[in-house]
């Protein structure tokens, strides 16, 4: 989850909550072969964290280009 919000923040600076990093994770690495070349749509939500949290929490090692 980690990884996933530090990914949002630096390649969208989006800070989004746990839930939404939640599922970006899971469509980056376990769905994402499944689903490439398909239409997907996620809702980005980042109303229930604040800055200094996601900031606390978000890993920018993430490995995602």
Do not use: Y
């Amino acid at each position: 989850l980690r990884r996933s919000m530090g990914f949002l923040l630096r390649a969208m600076k989006f800070a989004v909550e746990p839930d939404c990093a939640a599922r970006t994770a899971a469509l980056l690495r376990p769905l994402l072969e499944q689903l490439r070349g398909k239409h997907v749509v996620l809702v980005i939500c980042g109303s229930n964290i604040d800055w200094a949290t996601n900031e606390s929490q978000a890993e920018f090692d993430d490995g995602i280009d």
